[in-house]
C-alpha cells in the first residue's frame, strides 16, 4: 500500500529511474530472488517497505507466518542492500515494536522495556528484528540506513477483505455493504474502547520521500525515529465517523467476545519536529478519499 502510494510521487518529483517490485514480481522470502533483484537493477537508494501485514485476526492465526516471512524479508532486503553498496536504505518499521503496557505517547525509548501484545506478538518480533539489524548495519559498518516508524497506515490501495484486514478496511466493507443490503445493524470486532493512532498511507509516502532527500542515518538517534500524526481515536469513534462517511443509518453493535488488542497505541513523535515534517491528510479526509475510491469500484 505504501509503495503504491509513493511510486507517483517519487515520479512526479521527477526520480527517473524508479523500479518497484510486488511481491507478485519478487518473493523477498527467497534470499536468493532478494540478491537477483539487487543485482540486475542496482539502486543507489533502497526504500524497504514490504511485509507480510493483516489485522488482528490475520496476525492471531499464523504467528508462524508472520514471524518467519517478515523476518526473512526483512534480512534478505537488508543484507542484499548492504552487498551491492546502496548509498541510502529507509526501513519501514510498525507501532505494534512497543510494549502492551507502554506509557503513553510511546517514546522511542520504551521499545523493549516491556512484554509485547500478544495478537500481533510474531510480527512485532520481527519488526524490532530487522530495526534493529538495520541499526546494527549503520553502527557496525556505516552503511547510511535507518528506520521510521509509522502507526496504523491506511489509504488507497490498502488490501479489503472483512476478515483479515486492519480496522479501517474492515470496517468500510462492513458499512458499505451494510448500507446496500439496507441491514438494521453492523457488528463490529471487540468492545470499542481500544485507542489508535492513524496515517494516512500518502502521507507516509510522503514522509518517506522528505526524509529520503533531507535526512542521513546519523541524524537519527537510536537509528529509528517515531513518524505519527500526533493524534489518536477509539475505535468507537472511528466506528462513527466511518458511518457518516459511508452514510450508513443502522445501528452499531459491539461483539465483546472478539479481541481489543492493545488497549493504547499513541507514539509520542516528538522528537520528528525537528525535521520539518508533518501530515496533509486528517482522518475524516483520508477516510472520504479511500472511501470514494472503493466506492467508485464497489458499486
Ligand atoms: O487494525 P487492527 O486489526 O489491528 O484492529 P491492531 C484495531 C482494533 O479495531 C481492535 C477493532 O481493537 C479490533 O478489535 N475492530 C473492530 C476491528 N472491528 C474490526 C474489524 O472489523 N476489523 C478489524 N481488523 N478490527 C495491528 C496488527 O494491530 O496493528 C498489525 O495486527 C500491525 O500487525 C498494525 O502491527 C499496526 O491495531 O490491533
Known amino acids: 500500500m505504501v509503495g503504491r502510494n509513493l511510486v507517483p510521487l517519487l515520479r512526479d518529483a ?3 529511474s524508479v523500479v518497484s517490485s510486488a511481491s507478485a514480481d519478487t518473493d523477498l522470502r527467497d534470499e ?3 540478491d537477483a533483484l539487487m543485482k540486475s537493477e542496482r539502486p543507489n537508494i533502497v526504500l524497504h517497505l514490504a ?4 489485522g488482528i485476526k490475520a496476525n492471531m492465526s499464523d504467528p508462524v507466518g508472520f514471524l ?3 523476518l526473512r524479508i526483512g534480512t534478505n532486503v537488508l543484507l542484499a542492500a548492504r552487498r551491492y553498496g546502496v548509498t541510502k536504505l529507509i526501513n519501514l518499521g510498525s507501532s505494534c515494536i512497543y510494549p502492551r503496557e507502554c506509557p503513553q505517547p510511546m517514546k522511542e525509548e520504551y521499545m523493549l522495556t516491556g512484554l509485547l501484545e500478544p495478537t500481533n506478538e510474531g510480527y512485532a518480533i520481527a519488526k524490532i528484528a530487522t530495526l534493529k539489524l538495520c541499526a546494527f548495519l549503520h553502527q557496525q559498518e556505516k552503511m547510511n540506513c535507518f528506520t521510521l516508524v509509522p502507526p496504523n497506515l491506511y489509504g488507497l490501495h490498502e488490501r479489503m477483505d472483512a476478515e483479515h484486514s486492519h480496522v479501517i478496511a474492515g470496517l468500510m466493507m462492513k458499512f458499505h455493504r451494510a448500507k446496500r443490503e439496507a441491514a438494521p445493524s453492523v457488528t463490529l470486532w471487540g468492545s470499542g474502547s481500544a485507542r489508535r493512532e492513524f496515517l494516512f498511507a500518502e ?3 510522503r514522509a518517506i520521500v522528505h526524509f529520503m532527500e533531507h535526512v542521513e542515518a546519523e541524524e537519527i538517534e537510536g537509528n529509528f525515529l517515531n513518524v505519527g500524526s500526533g493524534t489518536d481515536v477509539s475505535i468507537r469513534e472511528l466506528a462513527e465517523l466511518m458511518k457518516t462517511v459511508v452514510g450508513y443509518k443502522g445501528d452499531i453493535l459491539w461483539d465483546t ?5 492493545m488497549p493504547r497505541k ?3 513523535s516528538s522528537r520528528l519536529q525537528r525535521f520539518d515534517w508533518r501530515p496533509q491528510v486528517n482522518l475524516e479526509e483520508g ?3 479511500m472511501y470514494d475510491a472503493y466506492a467508485a469500484s464497489n458499486g
Open 68 to 70: 518467519t516471512d517478515n
Open 203 to 205: 502521507d507516509a509516502a
Open 51 to 54: 511485509s507480510r501485514v493483516g
Open 257 to 261: 467476545a472478539q479481541p481489543d488488542g
Open 287 to 289: 477516510l472520504r478519499r
Open 32 to 34: 536468493h530472488a532478494a
Open 14 to 16: 521527477g526520480y527517473a
Open 266 to 268: 499513541l507514539m509520542d
